[in-house]
């Protein structure tokens, strides 16, 4: 078989993964373009803030799509052209790194959450599904989109190795690749751990702007170094109440 036809491969998935569907989606319904607010990144829950869950799913679905049909397009054709578990290894790591990256975005892409879940579903249905379930739980218990992803991109490889021989037979390529990807989810949060660690990450559900005006409150009030007195202290400064 072509020499040429694992790069070939790697190369389309790269391409399909640089597709941002969070822009793509965002401009076909109208909506403004979500690397204009909240957190700038283009992907599934900073487009749950322009107030859309409807624009916000379909980001979701279409960006794990864009993982999860390279891999599968080599699992389930690539043997017919000499394509093993290295290729599909890398055709997921490609779309994966599509979306981190985009060609099309002149390489500044999203933290590539929903195309790892989606690359994941690809290798292992199974694996894919017990990683959306430990992140669905993390967001459910403790409302934060951030620490889901992280928790359930540290548990993703660990899941992998355990799960060899039961669910399915664990491949080293796949195992590389997973490990790659949780890698640079952690890279990609690193500016949501500090956030967490301070207490100053926003929840799931709040649309674009309200962080950004109680951070002017908080800053305000830090600023001037006193608070406005409330009615009540007013009053009770008032010599007339005094008995």
Not at 3 to 18: K, N, R
Not at 37 to 64: E, I, W
Not at 207 to 224: I, L, M, W
Request: net charge positive; glycine share 12%.
């Amino acid at each position: 078989m072509p020499s040429f036809l694992p790069l070939l491969a790697v190369l389309a998935a790269y391409l399909v993964g640089s597709l941002s569907f969070a822009v793509i989606v965002s401009r076909v319904m109208g909506l403004s373009d979500p690397r204009t607010f909240g957190s700038k990144n283009p992907g599934a829950t900073n487009v749950l803030r322009s107030g859309s869950k409807v624009a916000a799913v379909l980001t979701l679905l279409l960006d794990a799509a864009k993982g999860w049909l390279p891999v599968v397009l080599v699992k389930w054709y690539g043997q017919a052209y000499g394509l093993g578990d290295g290729t599909m290894a890398l055709v997921g790591l490609a779309a994966f790194l599509g979306h981190v990256f985009p060609v099309y975005l002149k390489f500044a892409g999203g933290k590539g959450v929903a195309t790892a879940l989606g690359v994941l579903l690809g290798f292992s249905g199974w694996l894919g599904l017990a990683t959306a379930l430990i992140w669905l739980l993390m967001a459910l218990v403790f409302r934060y989109s951030s620490l889901a992803s992280i928790t359930a991109a540290v548990l993703a490889p660990v899941l992998y190795v355990l799960g060899d021989g039961g669910l399915w037979i664990m491949s080293k390529s796949v195992a590389l690749c997973v490990a790659v990807m949780s890698l640079f989810l952690l890279y990609r949060h690193g500016e949501n751990i500090n956030r967490l660690i301070k207490g100053t990450e926003s929840r799931l559900g709040k649309k674009a702007g309200t962080d950004a005006a109680a951070h002017a409150a908080v800053h305000g009030r830090a600023k001037h170094g006193h608070r406005h007195p409330s009615q009540l202290d007013q009053k009770s400064k008032n010599p007339g109440d005094h008995p």
